[in-house]
């Protein structure tokens, strides 16, 4: 549903300098939150009641997930037709077969067609998989991206730099605690004989995201 005439878009962006930027990586009281984490961890430390080896294995933890678990996904899913469609049927399952484990939800995968552009948001809070993925960017859990997307996605879309044709339809999934999506972009040229290792580096967050596609 459109936004009414009367109310102006909201731009993603809360910079003030620049405020025609769709996207900005990062977020304004954030230096606030880590002064106030640092201190807290070092009293934890000093009164003896959290180890250093604790906070360095969780902090380790908490980083090993990142975009290039779910870009080898995606890069097996465009070799293995097979392995694509059993990652539609159960994301978990499939994606356990690579050995990830998904431990927050039910992972189901969306998968991009010519005719049909799916894009992941979370109106509610930030849900996402953090297990897979690592953790979220900034602008995916704004109120911005988590209201509009929903009421204006192709606009959304545009301010991404993603102009999709008319034709297409755009299919807005909304992730909650017992769901988490991921999409599955349309394949470049060729990529069934192409290496994963040469394939891994062509998928970002933004594809498995749904802000983008794979560049022709």
């Not at 080896?53 to 097979?82: C, K, M, Y």
């Not at 995968?109 to 979220?136: D, E, F």
């Amino acid at each position: 549903m459109p936004i009414p005439s009367t109310v102006p878009p909201t731009r993603f962006s809360a910079d003030a300098i620049d405020p025609n930027r769709p996207v900005v990586e990062g977020h304004h009281g954030a230096d606030y939150y880590a002064l106030m984490t640092e201190a807290l961890h070092k009293i934890l430390l000093e009164k003896q009641l959290l180890a250093a080896a604790d906070t360095d294995r969780v902090i380790a933890a908490l980083e090993a997930p990142n975009v290039t678990w779910g870009a080898r996904i995606v890069a097996q899913a465009w070799r293995d037709e097979a392995y694509a469609r059993r990652l539609v049927e159960d994301g978990s399952k499939a994606a356990a077969e690579l050995g990830f484990r998904i431990k927050e939800a039910k992972l189901i995968v969306v998968r991009n067609t010519p005719a049909l552009h799916n894009v992941i948001v979370c109106t509610l809070c930030s849900c996402y998989p953090r297990s897979l993925l690592g953790q979220p960017p900034w602008w995916y859990i704004s109120k911005n991206y988590r209201a509009r997307t929903v009421r204006e996605p192709r606009q959304v879309l545009a301010e991404f730099g993603l102009e999709l044709p008319a034709e297409v339809e755009v299919r807005v999934h909304d992730s909650n605690a017992d769901m988490r999506y991921l999409v599955l972009p349309m394949p470049p040229p060729g990529a069934a004989e192409r290496p994963v290792e040469e394939l891994v580096p062509m998928v970002t967050r933004h594809m498995l995201v749904g802000t983008a596609v794979v560049a022709a």
